[in-house]
Structures are given as C-alpha cells and as structure tokens.
Nanobody, 119 residues
Framework: QVQLVESGGGLVQPGGSLRLSCAASGFTFSTYIMRWYRQAPGKERELVAGITSTGRSTNYADSVKGRLTISRDNAKNFVYLQMNSLKPEDTAVYYC????????????WGQGTQVTVSS
C-alpha cells in the first residue's frame, strides 16, 4: 500500500538545523511532484516547499527562502527538507505530500513529524 513516512523532526534551538526525510513506497515515486507542508497550532496548513518529479525545479514559501532546501532521490524514493537558521515561527508539524505530475490520480499525505524551535 502507499506510504509516506516522515522522520527527522525534534526539538532544536533557534538558529539550529534539522533535516527531515520522507520515505515513499507503494507508488511510482519518480512520476510525482513532492511537497512539504506545515501546520502550526491554530493555523491552517501551508505549503513550505515543492520539487518537480525530476528534481530540476523547486519552489519555496517566501518565509523560508534561503533557509530551507528541498531535494529528492528518485533512486531511493526519498524526499528531504534541509532546515537551517531555524526560527521559533518554524515550529509546526511538517507533512510530506505527493501529487501526480500529470494532475491525474491520487494525492498522498504522510502522518507528519513535529518540529519545535525553542530555547
């Protein structure tokens, strides 16, 4: 069955770094656009970063540009989110998302991983 499993979250001090990973299985990973979303308490889920199926193009929310980097490994079926210079406002549950590049087919979500930025 389809699975997206996030890992790498945790507690980090402001200015610190984390690397989130998302392991994908059960679908043809290389044909999906991959995205990271986050949801802070009391707020709506927001798109943080996206990467095309080939990995050639990426996009970011303005609030994370220059600090977060999305990447993928189509040979291993992983997508990553390198998070640097973390701020308290980055605190949220981070979700991995998969969308077919053709726009036809199912969308998939992971269960989320908690990131807490606090001193």
């Amino acid at each position: 069955q389809v699975q997206l499993v996030e890992s790498g979250g945790g507690l980090v001090q402001p200015g610190g770094s984390l690397r989130l990973s998302c392991a994908a299985s059960g679908f043809t990973f290389s044909t999906y656009i991959m995205r990271w979303y986050r949801q802070a308490p009391g707020k709506e889920r927001e798109l943080v970063a996206g990467i095309t199926s080939t990995g050639r193009s990426t996009n970011y929310a303005d609030s994370v540009k220059g600090r977060l980097t999305i990447s993928r490994d189509n040979a291993k079926n992983f997508v990553y989110l390198q998070m640097n210079s973390l701020k308290p406002e980055d605190t949220a549950v981070y979700y991995c998302n998969a969308v077919p590049r053709t726009g036809r087919g199912s969308e998939y979500w992971g269960q989320g991983t908690q990131v807490t930025v606090s001193s």
